[in-house]
């Protein structure tokens, strides 16, 4: 088993800017990617940003050019660096973690709240 845990939500104004946190513990070695995905009120959960092992990266349409999304391997923690928040970002965003070994999400932190105020 592969545990999630998230820090980092919050409230800001808009124009403003929050980090993300995640730390995977457990049977970290079947991970081969870690990622975001958000939900807000009413809608389904998206993406946001994904990163590989080995460093690629791909991200939402929406939050390109605002968001970064990066991971220190010796600490088994990714992060998501959110520039220029808008309201439109409001959402519970919850980590996960890609079984190399099901080829699938199986992992998913327990959430977090960004709210951005306009």
């Known amino acids: 088993q592969v545990q999630l845990v998230e820090s980092g939500g919050g409230l800001v104004q808009a124009g403003g800017s929050l980090r993300l946190s995640c730390k995977a513990s457990g049977n970290i070695f079947v991970i081969n990617a870690m990622g975001w995905h958000r939900q807000a009120p009413g809608k389904q959960r998206e993406l946001v940003a994904g990163?590989?092992?080995?460093?690629?990266?791909n991200y939402a349409d929406s939050v390109k050019g605002r968001f970064t999304i990066s991971r220190d391997n010796g600490k088994n923690t990714v992060y998501l660096q959110m520039n220029s928040l808008e309201p439109k970002d409001t959402a519970v965003y919850y980590c996960n973690a890609h079984n190399s070994y099901s080829r699938r999400i199986d992992y998913w932190g327990q959430g977090t709240q960004v709210t951005v105020s306009s």
């Open positions: 990163i590989t092992t080995g460093g690629s990266t």
